[in-house]
Nanobody, 121 residues
């Protein structure tokens, strides 16, 4: 199983980015997908998740309507669209696959390598 996250980079405060996570080695349409992030010196935290069907999404409290998780089951890819970015969003972002779109890391079985997002003023 491989999860390949991409799309990270440097962006200015207020900017936008879209992360992608390409998945192989499992039946993508049977797995919920989650996004987590880890800022320097902090614990990894839940950012958002989407159910296997794509019908349900869940977000971390800090998101406050700025992020959207979506998926394309035909392309085995999940996305995290991020708007109104600020310095506190600087982190390594990880995608993960699991049986339920939960908020806990323990609910996910497979993880990608992460992609770095840096937000500066």
């Amino acid at each position: 199983v491989q999860l390949q996250a991409s799309g990270g980079g440097s962006v200015q405060t207020g900017g936008s980015l879209r992360l992608s996570c390409a998945v192989s080695g499992l039946t993508f349409s049977s797995y919920a997908m989650g996004w987590f992030r880890q800022a320097p010196g902090k614990e990894r935290e839940f950012a958002g998740a989407i159910s296997a069907s794509g019908m349900t999404t869940t977000y971390g409290n800090f998101v406050q309507g700025r992020f959207t998780v979506s998926r394309n089951n035909a392309k085995n890819t999940v996305y995290l669209s991020m708007n109104s970015l600020n310095a506190e969003d600087t982190a390594v972002y990880y995608c993960a696959a699991g049986r339920y779109h939960g908020v806990s890391q323990e609910e996910y079985d497979y993880w990608g390598q992460g992609t770095l997002v840096t937000v500066s003023s």
